[in-house]
Every structure is written in C-alpha cells, then in structure tokens.
C-alpha cells in the first residue's frame, strides 16, 4: 500500500475515534447534570450535618468520599455537597 494511502487511512481512523472520545466524554458532562435533577433534596430526607445515633454519612452505602476523608463529597440520593459526618433518614450501611 502507498505511504501516502496509509497516512490517510491513520488520519481518518484518528478522527473518527477522536470523534467518538468526545461524544462519550460530552454525554458524561451531562448525565451528573440530568441526574442532580432527579435526586432528593436535603429537606425530604431530614439532612443534618451531624451524625444521628452513630450512624454518618461516610458509613453510608450512598455516600461518594471528597478528597480526603474530612472533605465534602456527594450522595447518590441526596443532591448537593454532603458532610461525611452528616445524616439522613435514607442512611444505609
Ligand atoms: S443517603 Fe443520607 S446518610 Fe447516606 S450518604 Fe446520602 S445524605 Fe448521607
């Protein structure tokens, strides 16, 4: 095969896998958005940024850690920033 046909071929599979990269990487930017809509706010599930009868939120089946283990992370029921030393009525261990 001519060098010049291979290159080409190499450019077009480039592109089209560049191509897909982003498609994948820009349906993951908008997933978290479509999912915060469908969370529970703090108020339904009588959040308090406390522990409740031993139980807090980094014990949690639901909890999503931060940065270290004093940072706020996520929830995967309860929108917004979570306490790991927080509680909700949905704790799960
Ligand atoms: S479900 Fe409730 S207790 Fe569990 S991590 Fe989420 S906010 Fe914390």
Known sequence: MPQAKQTDLKRRALLRNGGLLLAVVGAAAVIPA????DMLSKAAVHYQ????GGQHCSDCAYFIPGNDATAKGNCRLVAGAIDPNGWCERFSS
């Not at 940024?49 to 409740?52: E, I, N, V």
Request: proline share 25%.
């Open 34 to 37: 479509q999912a915060e809509d």
């Open 49 to 52: 940024p406390m522990p409740h």
